[in-house]
């Protein structure tokens, strides 16, 4: 189901504020911010269940052009809108979801903060990990993306990308070639120049990334969490649930 967590909300120049959920999964975080004074895109997202922080202070600029890249979002400093996918995260009966959005050195105006909570499913919790060191582990990594507040097309410095299936150097432009192909439209073009899509682990693999800082702001890793038993058996309890609740025409045709 969809909640509002914030509306028309206003986050100082320097400070932060913290929205809180009470819910059983959490699949979706949505935020927009239309900041008539251009800082829409000035603020800084951390996402937590209970203790464990999914979403590490990250820049709206680097989310916004992955969520643009997963199927839309709009990428502007005067009006900037972005999906954060959590996959599906199952929470303990005492815990909550939290979301802050920090503005980083201007006042942000009209934000609003949306989530899609309690809607079951598969048990899959992924997490969003925005390094700036150049060189790293990520661990039971899905997807990486090099992200920066100018233009990469051009650029030709190479990651080293390692796991256990691979070993790859690819071009920062190339990865910019990739996120060309996923969108369409002048705005949405000149958005994803500005991100590379590095890499795509179709399983979870703790993967190696080695490069120089010189011409990306920082690399995200999308990564698969560790499942507790508690919390998929919790999973498979609201599925069976649902499952009872429908009649016998609605389960055949599943």
């Known amino acids: 189901m969809l909640v509002t967590l914030g509306s028309n909300v206003t986050i100082g120049a320097g400070s932060s504020q913290t929205f809180q959920y009470a819910c059983?999964?959490?699949?979706?975080?949505?935020?927009?911010?239309?900041?008539?004074?251009a800082n829409s895109l000035k603020g800084d997202l951390t996402i937590q269940i209970g203790n464990d922080v999914i979403c590490n202070d990250i820049p709206f600029e680097g989310l916004s052009k992955i969520s643009?890249?997963?199927g839309g979002g709009y990428v502007s400093d005067a009006d900037a809108n972005f999906c954060v996918d959590l996959g599906s995260h199952i929470l303990q009966p005492l815990e909550n979801l939290y979301v802050t959005v920090k503005s980083d050195s201007a006042e942000m105006t009209a934000v609003d903060i949306s989530a899609i909570v309690n809607e079951?499913?598969?048990y899959q919790p992924?997490?969003?990990t925005n390094y700036s060191d150049s060189v790293f582990t990520d661990s039971n990594t899905l997807a990486i993306y090099a992200w920066a507040d100018?233009?990469?097309?051009?650029?030709?410095?190479?990651?080293?990308?390692?796991?256990?299936?691979?070993?790859?150097?690819?071009?920062i432009q190339s990865g910019v070639n990739v996120s060309l192909s996923k969108v369409t439209g002048a705005a949405a073009v000149a958005a994803a120049k500005e991100i590379a899509f590095l890499a795509f682990n179709q399983v979870p693999m703790d993967t190696s990334v080695n490069y120089t800082q010189a011409d990306v702001d920082g690399v995200i890793c999308v990564s698969a969490m560790e499942?507790?038993?508690?919390?998929?058996?919790?999973?498979?309890?609201?599925?069976?649930a649902v499952l009872r609740a429908m009649s016998n025409a609605e389960r055949k045709a599943i």
Do not use: H, W
């Open 227 to 240: 499942k507790t038993m508690a919390k998929a058996q919790a999973s498979k309890a609201s599925g069976d």
């Open 126 to 128: 992924l997490k969003y």
């Open 24 to 37: 059983s999964s959490a699949q979706k975080i949505f935020i927009r911010c239309d900041d008539d004074g």
């Open 120 to 122: 079951g499913g598969v």
């Open 68 to 70: 643009l890249l997963n």
């Open 150 to 171: 100018s233009s990469l097309e051009n650029k030709t410095e190479a990651f080293t990308i390692r796991n256990q299936a691979y070993s790859a150097t690819p071009q």
